[in-house]
């Protein structure tokens, strides 16, 4: 009962209640509240499905959705869109939860959303407009200005957005790619300004290549940031080649990344990071004009950019490997096995150009670059150094150190072939480009083994190094300057052709100052160069007939300077200099220095030297030491000048030391002579027998006289101890001889002035003891037909040994001569071509012995009396002979034979000399007469007593010092033209201590023993006159020594004589 009031009582208020208006309002409120819940999932999905089939779906099924608006969540299952041949969108699941009451908050809060096994097509159609699934963004009709955004006061949170096994398939009329999602998730996202970076992350394919994204950061506001760790293995690059149409004829390649990366845009800077590594393999790149071909690249490393790239700053390593470049339109092709770049480098993009910082290091190796018949290659390069900016943009300062291996260089065009085994480039460079291009360089540069060939043309080189500054401004003016040092090792320079040349230089330095600032068609005006030079191992070899090998030891050029004036010298030292050659495979000369002292040469080409010297001059040294056929100490210069117009001109050539070796040998070849044209090819011939320089050789036009360069010397001289030596084997018996200048002067040369006298002066010792004097005046130049060559010479020759001349005389009569002096003096005169000789000739002591029978028989047979009657007769008391012998006549009709000159001598002579021979033959009173005679001319005749030696003795004792003490002051008191004849006697059985030993008998090694003691003794009492007693050398004259038997002693004979 009471559970039937309590139902009685309750239906009681409802009833009372429903009878109320608000109630019943309420009620019905609620109703289609709860109606509209539970049908609004039911609407919603039919109103999408309708949605759908309207915006271009060929059909669409939703399995089933829920939706609770009280707890904020929705679900949809099986979903599929449908077109006309292809699923627009399927998805087996998705669900979504979210905050309502956040949204009376303007805050759209999604707490959870997923979605599982989704795929959905973008396509963008032909028009441009985009569909997603089976809806169409709406065309727009026409371009309007964004607005910028004023912003929003909602905020949209989302705390977890988790997307699995799904995929996008974006489709457009040039590019179509499928991208896979297999897990991708969304955490903590927030619009709020002070919100954290929302957390994502990313795993899942383009196409078919995998893509990680990890540890993402996602914010959008206040600015947008994207961070996070990427990883993408192998992407085909040819995939991208239909979004490349127009642009790439062909791209392809495997793309890898692997890195953390962060990108962000606020309102007035973006900015991008990535480090990590990228790889791209068999890259291929393809253009127009341009092919690229890369087998691998990979870069490792950070790569920081800002501003849209304004700003970026590279660290890490880039490595390229098996890299070929075409670029068809420049005929241009790259072949590059191995490219490296590491290091850090900074790059800021501004209005007037570039801010650069690099400090880094790059490699190259196995490159070869081709260009219309042009090849560079080389093996290895490497740059490691620094490079920035100085001061602003247009200022660039370089600083590291370039090493390239293996250059070599190809033109076909030019036949040029370069190769450079080695290049070092060391030291800092400075560029300006603010006004004109400035470069100042400081440091160092090494080539090793260079070599370059054009043509006919080779050059190379072991060693170039330069150190110092190098500038270079261009400009209204353009100059270029340095400062430094430069060194050459083992210089060859060679060229082919119808001149060879070929030449070596062991190595070479220069040290100074050099600017260059080019003036047309004009070189010095151009230089300004100055410092010192020096080089060392020159060879030089000279083509032609006559092919020779020069070399200099070194080269040193002090003070050198070229300019607008030319080029100066202050002192140029050259040590060794020879001359060989290949043909006669010997030495043709040696020279051991040559100095010059202020040398110039001029823009005219004119050179000149105040002063020379050049030492240690040997002609045709033969292998034996310090035997030669030609030396000279030492050859000096002063005043020399010569230019192409007027020729050469010498103050002064001095020779000292001069020793020259001339003979003949028995077909009368002079050695000198045979030597010379022994250097020449003569099978360097060409038709006719002529060489080439004959037959290129110009023939002036008659008539036509050019101006000839003259030679202008205002003296020549040898001083010190000069000597020729002759050896003429055309004779029986050798003629040797010894020529011993005391005194050479020849003065005022000049071959352009036909009336300037000529000056010789010569004061000789021949045969070591013969003095020879020569002067007088010559004029040997001639500029008209009706010019002659004249002279005026006085000679005079002293105490000349004839056994020296004995040679000539029995080749010419059979006769020698054993022993005895020869003195001669005359003159010398030559006008209009007519000789006039004037001698006279004094025979002291002559013995004569026929060698040649026959020949002395018929010399017997054309004197008025036998030889050695007509001697007999010819000998004064003194057993000297006195003979003149004057010639005359046409110079060009005159023959110097000596037989004849010998014959008609002795017999104009022997005439007069009869009369002593006629008083003989008239007895008694003749014969009284004639000695009376005699006496009369001996009375006033002076006799010294002789220096007597004991046996052996090669010294002069005490006595004998004092002896020659007053004989040394009479000569020195006598007449100037009196000498002292020092005759040595050895007595051949005294000093070889066997008593009846004869001369005959001497074997020959013991005569030429005594002949040498003699001498020895001789030279003694010479040079104690000479350096004790103050006896000029000349008037102390040495015989040769005379071999006697008996038993008198050995001694030296004093004999004063004018």
Not at 139 to 154: L, V, Y
């Amino acid at each position: 009962m009471l559970m039937n009031f309590s139902i009685k009582k309750s239906k009681e208020r409802l009833l009372t209640a429903w009878g109320k208006r608000g109630v019943r309002v309420g009620v019905s409120i609620a109703t289609v509240f709860l109606l509209f819940v539970l049908l609004l999932p039911f609407a919603v999905k039919q109103g999408v499905q309708w949605w759908l089939v309207k915006n271009g779906a060929a059909e669409a099924v939703i399995s089933s959705l829920s939706l609770n608006l009280f707890t904020g969540t929705l679900h949809v299952k099986g979903v599929d869109v449908q077109g006309a041949q292809k699923m627009l969108f399927a998805t087996d699941g998705s669900g979504l939860k979210f905050d309502i009451l956040g949204l009376f908050g303007k805050e759209i809060h999604i707490e959870r959303t997923y979605y599982d096994h989704v795929t959905i097509q973008v396509k963008q159609e032909e028009d441009g407009q985009w569909k997603i699934a089976s809806y169409t963004t709406p065309e727009q009709k026409e371009n309007k200005p964004i607005e910028e955004s004023k912003g929003s006061d909602w905020t949209i949170l989302v705390d977890d957005v988790h997307i699995t096994n799904s995929s996008v398939e974006f489709i457009s009329p040039t590019f179509s790619t499928v991208v896979t999602i297999d897990d991708a998730q969304l955490t903590n996202f927030s619009t709020a300004a002070a919100a954290a970076p929302a957390d994502f992350h990313f795993k899942g394919k383009i196409d078919k290549t995998p893509l990680v994204l990890e540890a993402g950061k996602l914010r959008v506001l206040p600015d947008l940031m994207v961070a996070g760790q990427i990883n993408l293995l192998d992407f085909d690059t040819a995939s991208l080649s239909p979004l490349l149409v127009g642009q790439l004829e062909k791209i392809a390649g495997l793309f890898s990344m692997a890195g953390q990366f962060k990108f962000e845009m606020k309102s007035d800077t973006t900015a991008f990071r990535y480090d990590g590594d990228v790889n791209l393999a068999k890259t291929h790149l393809k253009m127009k004009d341009i092919n690229y071909l890369s087998d691998h690249t990979h870069w490792s490393g950070t790569v920081d950019a800002k501003n849209e790239w304004s700003q970026f700053i590279i660290d890490g390593a880039l490595l390229l490997d098996g890299i070929a470049l075409d670029l068809t339109q420049q005929s241009l092709s790259v072949d590059n096995k191995h490219l490296s770049f590491k290091g850090k480098t900074k790059v800021h993009l501004v209005e007037k150009g570039v801010v650069l910082t690099s400090d880094s290091t790059l490699i190259s190796d196995g490159i070869i670059v081709k260009q219309t018949g042009t090849i560079y290659g080389h093996k290895h390069l490497k740059w490691q150094g620094t490079l920035g900016n100085k001061q602003d943009a247009q200022h660039y300062l370089i600083d590291g150190d370039l090493t390239l291996g293996g250059m070599n260089i190809k033109m076909a065009d030019s036949g040029l072939a370069l190769t450079n085994q080695d290049v070092q480039f060391a030291g800092s460079t400075d560029i300006d480009l603010s006004s004109a291009l400035q470069i100042t360089h400081r440091g160092s540069f090494v080539s090793k083994g260079f070599k370059v060939l054009v043509g006919e043309m080779d050059y190379g080189h072991d060693q170039l190094t330069w150190k110092g500054n190098i500038s270079h401004k261009n400009g209204i003016l353009t100059t270029s300057s340095s400062k430094g040092t430069l060194q050459l090792e083992n210089i060859s320079y060679s060229q082919a052709g119808a001149s060879p040349l070929k030449v070596h230089l062991k190595n070479t330095s220069w040290a100074g100052t050099l600017s260059y600032s080019p003036v047309q068609d004009d070189i010095f005006a151009s230089l300004a160069l100055a410092g010192k030079v020096n080089a060392k191992g020159f060879a030089y070899a000279l083509p032609g007939t006559m092919p020779l090998d020069i070399g200099l030891a070194s080269i040193a050029c002090n003070d050198l300077s070229v300019g607008r004036d030319g080029v100066h010298l202050g002192t140029s030292l050259i040590d060794g200099l020879s001359i060989y050659s290949p043909i006669a495979k010997r030495m043709a000369l040696e020279l051991q220095k040559i100095t010059l002292t202020e040398s110039t040469v001029t823009p005219k080409y004119m050179v000149s030297s105040r002063a020379g010297s050049f030492a240690g001059f040997q002609l045709f040294p033969v292998d034996k030491k310090d035997q030669h056929n030609g030396e000279l100490e030492a050859l000096t210069f002063t005043g020399f000048s010569w230019s192409p117009q007027s020729g050469v001109e010498l103050k002064g050539l001095v020779a000292q030391a001069l020793s020259l070796e001339l003979e003949r040998d028995t077909k009368g070849d002079l050695n000198l002579a045979k030597l010379i044209a022994s250097l020449k090819d003569i099978e360097s011939k060409v038709d006719g027998g002529q060489t080439g320089e004959e037959v290129h050789r110009e023939v002036p036009a008659q008539g036509i006289q050019k101006s000839t360069p003259g030679v202008k010397v205002d003296k020549i001289e040898l001083v010190g101890d000069n000597k020729i030596l002759f050896t003429d084997h055309t004779l029986l018996v050798p003629y040797r001889s010894e020529t011993v200048f005391k005194k050479f002067l020849i003065e005022n040369i000049d071959t352009l002035n036909a009336k300037q006298d000529t000056l010789i002066t010569v004061e000789a010792l021949l045969e070591k003891r013969a003095p020879f004097t020569l002067s007088g005046k010559i004029r040997p130049f001639t500029k008209k037909p009706e010019e002659s060559v004249s002279a005026q010479l006085q000679f005079k020759l002293r105490n000349y040994p004839l056994r020296n001349l004995s040679p000539y005389l029995v080749q010419a009569v059979g006769t020698g001569l054993e022993s005895g002096q020869l003195k001669l003096q005359g003159t010398f005169k030559l006008e209009k071509g007519e000789v006039d000789i004037e001698n006279k000739l004094l025979f002291k002591k002559l013995v004569t012995k026929a060698v040649a029978p026959e020949l002395a028989k018929q010399l017997d047979n054309k004197l008025p009396v036998p030889l050695n009657t007509a001697l007999g007769l010819l000998r004064d008391s003194d057993d000297n002979i006195a003979l003149s012998i004057p010639i005359s006549g046409p110079i060009d009709k005159l023959d110097f034979n000596l037989t004849n000159i010998f014959i008609t001598a002795l017999s104009k002579a022997v005439v007069p000399a009869a009369s002593s021979y006629l008083m003989y033959a008239l007895g008694p009173y003749g014969a009284l007469a004639y000695v009376g005679m005699k006496i009369g001319q001996n009375i006033l005749e002076v006799h010294l007593p002789p220096v007597n030696f004991v046996k052996g003795e090669e010294k002069l004792s005490v006595d004998q010092k004092d002896y020659l003490q007053r004989i040394g002051k009479i000569v020195k008191e006598g007449k100037a033209n009196s000498d002292l004849q020092v005759v040595p006697v050895t007595n051949v059985a005294l000093e070889l201590g066997r008593e009846g030993q004869l001369v005959a008998d001497l074997s020959q090694e013991q005569r030429q023993k005594m002949l040498k003691l003699g001498q020895l003794r001789a030279q003694i009492i010479q040079k104690y006159l000479v350096e004790k007693q103050g006896v000029a050398a000349g008037k102390v004259l040495l015989s040769v020594t005379r071999l006697e038997d008996g038993s008198a002693s050995s001694r030296v004979e004093l004999q004063p004589e004018e």
